[in-house]
């Protein structure tokens, strides 16, 4: 079997893990969002790749759920001294590593699918893991900024900085209009049997993949299931309910199935808090779908897969 998941940080990472137990023989590829990227201290930090790439490959700080475990921050901290910024961004010593490469790599002529390639190659996360795009796409909120008027911010600045608590006037993935899928993207949708929808950000995770030209479409024709990340009208953590409300729609699961639309989705899963949801033309089931530990987490990717296998025949 061939799976393919759209995947942003720790909702998609923890999901897919579920997957990988559930499905131990399919060849599955995820496809990440890189809308949340941002360049630091003359590095290129990709955080939901990392999240996929760590989480799968058992390098992940579980508690957190993103960053390094057995973390050290010495080179932060060695920065400050020299008031170097900025502060609000966790960077461990041992992520740094990874962004050195990486920017090492891209220095040299690589693209960011070879180089994640490239990551990948030490992490063995037992899935192919494809960056959305090798060109540069980042989130933009535009926020009414109190002191400087409106103005648009990078993603993480809102998110990590401000924690979102500046109302998000709009979200853009700036540079996505004009941006390729890397190369596997499309040619691993067609040849799926099945496209999933993990728990991630329905707005600036997995948004932000559809937004790139080409994927949405190449989606739309294959069967997919969804699994909603919010459970009884809030986000299980984070604060997507913030990006929900900058594009006008609820943060319930009956509105983020509504936003994808029956174009896109074919089954969806919601959390037995949520029964009761309908949306016309898509296949809406309830069940647990807190991921509390590896064998729930397993139970939510087999149970989007039977309905997968169910509305495929
Ligand atoms: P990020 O990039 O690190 O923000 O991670 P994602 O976009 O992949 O996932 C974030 C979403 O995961 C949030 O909106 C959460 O509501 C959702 N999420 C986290 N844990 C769970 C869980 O146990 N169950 C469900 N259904 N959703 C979860
Ligand atoms: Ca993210």
């Not at 936003?259 to 089954?267: E, S, W």
């Amino acid at each position: 079997m061939r799976i393919v998941a759209l995947a942003g940080g720790i909702g998609g990472a923890r999901f897919l893990r579920g997957l990988r137990a559930a499905a131990p023989e399919a060849e599955i590829t995820v496809i990440g969002n890189t809308g949340d990227d941002i360049s630091l201290f003359g590095l290129r930090v990709c955080p939901d790749l990392d999240t996929v790439m760590y989480t799968l490959g058992g390098g992940i700080n579980e508690e957190q759920g993103w960053g390094r475990r057995d973390e050290s921050f010495t080179v932060k901290e060695e920065l400050l001294e020299y008031g170097v910024g900025p502060s609000w961004f966790g960077l461990g010593d041992r992520d740094f590593a990874t962004h050195i490469v990486r920017t090492q790599m891209l220095a040299a002529g690589y693209r960011l699918s070879a180089v994640t390639e490239a990551l990948c190659d030490r992490w063995r996360p037992g899935v192919r893991l494809i960056p959305m795009t090798d060109d540069q796409v980042e989130t933009h909120v535009v926020v009414d900024d109190p002191e400087r008027g409106r103005r648009a911010i990078h993603f993480q600045e809102w998110w990590v900085r401000l924690r979102a608590a500046l109302p998000a006037v709009s979200i853009a993935p700036v540079g996505a209009d004009e941006a390729k899928p890397a190369p596997g993207v499309l040619k691993a949708i067609e040849a799926a049997d099945v496209v999933l929808f993990p728990p991630s950000n329905p707005v600036v995770s997995i948004g932000t993949i559809l937004s790139i030209p080409g994927i949405k479409d190449a989606v739309e024709r294959k069967t997919v299931v969804g699994v909603s990340p919010i459970i009884g009208g809030a986000p299980v953590r984070g604060m997507a309910d913030a990006c929900l409300t900058a594009i006008g729609v609820e943060t319930s699961a009956q509105a983020v199935a509504e936003h994808y639309g029956a174009d896109l989705l074919d089954g969806w899963l919601v959390d037995e808090a949520d029964e009761g949801v309908a949306v016309e033309g898509v296949e809406v089931r309830s069940r647990p779908l807190l991921m509390s530990d590896p064998e729930a987490t397993e139970a939510i990717a087999r149970a989007a897969l039977d309905l997968a296998g169910e509305l495929a025949q």
